[in-house]
């Protein structure tokens, strides 16, 4: 294995679909600080909007002013915490936001160390060696359904249940989000990405889209482009991530 310093660059794309009217999903990152989010937002006319760019924002406030002393990831729990607290309390101040909440999923990275933490049904994939791992696992109803043998894949994808998500920000007082630890190689790929991306697209074809030989805001917008061309029901988040040596 090289030993070789990583250097990583970003690409994000982010659209409302072909059926909503408005966009609840948000996104946002440092390269210089190692940290890359898209969150989902739900609850209806506004509140979606505002969940999750309150999470993205402070997320991102947090991690971009890190006195430097505990470990990243330490710092990333910290700030989904504060994250949490900050749509929760926003929510119980307002009826008309009364239970906002918004999935998570971040990437952090610090050199050849990789996190990525989720909350709900974003996700986080590698692509290495032009196969495509989903590495977060969806904190929701089927998903739980499948891990105990009670529904198989297929079943899943059609179950009216599948928007039912068993972990949130925002809609309690408290979260604890996944944490997957990776190291990190020249090459790889992150995917970040939301529901309205996977639920149009299928893993081998988000793969292939890929494997196409692109600059990363230009696969960005191709993913996205896909995911309304096969419907584009939801919002749909991409954000890439590529470690180079
Ligand atoms: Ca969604």
Same mark, same amino acid.
């Given at each position: 294995?090289?030993?070789?310093?990583?250097?990583? =660059?970003?690409?994000?794309?982010?659209?409302?679909?072909?059926?909503?009217?408005?966009?609840?999903?948000?996104?946002?990152?440092?390269?210089?600080?190692?940290?890359?989010? #898209?969150?989902?937002?739900?609850?209806?006319?506004?509140? !979606?909007?505002?969940?999750?760019?309150?999470? #993205?924002?402070?997320?991102?406030?947090?991690?971009?002013?890190?006195?430097? =002393?505990?470990?990243?990831?330490?710092?990333?729990?910290?700030?989904?915490?504060?994250?949490?607290?900050?749509?929760?309390?926003?929510?119980?101040?307002?009826?008309?936001?009364?239970?906002? !909440?918004?999935?998570?999923?971040?990437?952090?990275?610090?050199?050849?160390?990789?996190?990525?933490?989720?909350?709900?049904?974003?996700?986080?994939?590698?692509?290495?060696?032009?196969?495509?791992?989903?590495? =977060?696992?969806?904190?929701?109803?089927?998903?739980? &359904?499948?891990?105990?043998?009670?529904?198989?894949?297929?079943?899943?994808?059609?179950?009216?249940?599948?928007?039912?998500?068993?972990?949130?920000?925002?809609? &309690?007082?408290?979260?604890?989000?996944?944490?997957?630890?990776?190291?990190?190689?020249?090459?790889?790929?992150?995917?970040?990405?939301?529901?309205?991306? =996977?639920?149009?697209?299928?893993?081998?074809?988000?793969?292939?889209?890929?494997?196409?030989?692109?600059?990363?805001?230009?696969?960005?917008?191709?993913?996205?482009?896909?995911?309304?061309?096969?419907?584009?029901?939801?919002?749909?988040?991409?954000?890439?991530?590529?470690?180079?040596?």
């Amino acid at each position: 294995m090289s030993t070789a310093v990583l250097h990583y =660059t970003a690409a994000a794309v982010s659209d409302r679909g072909r059926k909503r009217a408005s966009n609840e999903d948000a996104f946002g990152y440092s390269a210089e600080h190692g940290v890359y989010v #898209v969150c989902d937002g739900m609850g209806g006319a506004a509140a !979606g909007e505002i969940a999750s760019s309150l999470a #993205v924002d402070e997320v991102m406030r947090l991690l971009t002013q890190r006195a430097g =002393t505990n470990p990243l990831p330490a710092d990333a729990e910290q700030a989904v915490a504060a994250a949490n607290q900050a749509i929760f309390s926003r929510a119980e101040r307002s009826q008309k936001l009364s239970g906002m !909440g918004t999935t998570l999923v971040v990437l952090l990275v610090e050199e050849r160390r990789a996190w990525l933490l989720n909350v709900g049904d974003s996700r986080g994939y590698r692509l290495r060696n032009s196969h495509l791992e989903q590495i =977060t696992i969806d904190h929701s109803l089927v998903e739980e &359904q499948i891990r105990l043998g009670r529904m198989s894949q297929s079943e899943a994808q059609r179950s009216p249940l599948r928007n039912v998500i068993t972990r949130a920000l925002g809609t &309690q007082n408290v979260v604890t989000p996944d944490v997957f630890e990776l190291e990190a190689e020249p090459g790889d790929l992150f995917l970040l990405c939301s529901d309205g991306l =996977t639920r149009e697209l299928s893993d081998p074809l988000i793969e292939s889209l890929l494997l196409v030989g692109a600059p990363l805001d230009e696969l960005c917008t191709r993913l996205v482009a896909a995911a309304n061309k096969a419907g584009g029901h939801d919002n749909i988040t991409s954000l890439l991530v590529r470690a180079e040596a």
